[in-house]
């Protein structure tokens, strides 16, 4: 029996790339063939249109607790049509299809994250000059915008690290996130200053140098509050996934994890709040010299002025 089949390039792992003779690329067709008592013939299934967004390119396509799925898989696995298939072309199919399963996800939940973060942010500045609805505005695009990018490179990073460094860079990325969203949601304090006020709280003015401070131990107190969740877990889920324990019980990954953190953030948050006085202090010498002036003309003996710095 003369049996034509269309040459396809199979996707293993779920192969992106199809091709034919003419280099149009239509939807594959997956052949297997099925014996009768007759004869053979060959049958053909389309493949799906299109891939679920949960989709696990690690792990077989087809359900491994059937015969049937198995059977599929093993079928896959020995074609040998995938010898004529490049390294190249296989590891760029799994780049294709890890970004199409990610990046939507990861870009959403980062610009939640930041936006929570810059309303944190705003929410718990200090000092009370006036910031006009625009000003809010340019400065939440701003922090939101650079953090996301921030965190999102970062992560990049991770495909091209063992799987244990690799779980650490989502907590250099929340530090640089950080680093650019207090600032940013901040700026006004930077440029018009924080009060400044003598022991009793009276005010004297107001002072850049002092905002500068106060930001920087916000961010030191912010990334504090971070680290333990983000350095703590990871060392433990890593031991755990080599144990026969999540391999029987997968579906336990998910809150092992979530309580790890919340645990974690427990202790740490007040812990790191507690790391610098809220009520902080600087010498007058370190202030701005038109501030000092000022200070001098009310108080020519004050040498520490304190400020609120903020959460």
Request: charge should be positive; include cysteine; charged fraction near 20%.
């Amino acid at each position: 029996m003369h049996t034509q089949a269309r040459r396809c390039t199979r996707v293993y792992p779920h192969l992106l790339h199809r091709r034919t003779h003419t280099g149009t690329q239509p939807p594959c067709r997956d052949t297997v063939p099925r014996v009768n008592t007759g004869a053979t013939r060959v049958s053909t299934t389309k493949m799906p249109p299109s891939l679920p967004t949960t989709i696990n390119i690690r792990e077989p396509r087809w359900d491994q607790s059937t015969f049937q799925g198995r059977a599929k898989h093993f079928f896959m696995v020995t074609d040998p049509r995938n010898l004529l298939l490049s390294g190249a072309t296989l590891e760029e199919a799994r780049r294709v299809v890890e970004d199409y399963r990610t990046t939507p996800a990861v870009l959403f939940w980062q610009w939640v994250n930041q936006s929570f973060n810059a309303i944190v942010n705003y929410t718990n500045r200090s000092g009370d000059a006036p910031i006009s609805p625009s000003q809010l505005g340019t400065a939440y695009v701003s922090a939101t915008t650079g953090a996301v990018v921030t965190a999102l490179g970062l992560k990049s990073l991770t495909k091209h690290l063992p799987a244990i460094i690799g779980r650490y860079v989502p907590f250099a990325a929340v530090a640089a996130a950080n680093c650019i969203n207090i600032p940013l949601m901040r700026q006004r304090e930077l440029k018009l200053g924080i009060p400044v006020t003598d022991e009793n709280g009276n005010r004297l003015g107001e002072s850049t140098a002092a905002a500068q401070k106060a930001i920087f131990q916000v961010v030191v107190s912010r990334i504090g509050m971070a680290a333990p969740a983000m350095a703590i877990p990871p060392v433990i889920m890593n031991a755990l996934e080599k144990r026969a324990f999540l391999k029987r019980y997968p579906y336990l990954n998910a809150p092992l994890q979530v309580g790890l953190v919340g645990l974690c953030l427990v202790f740490a948050t007040p812990l790191c709040c507690a790391l610098f006085p809220q009520k902080s202090s600087m010498p007058v010498s370190r202030l701005e010299p038109e501030v000092q002036a000022r200070i001098r003309e009310k108080d020519p003996w004050l040498e520490t002025v304190y400020f609120n710095k903020g959460l």
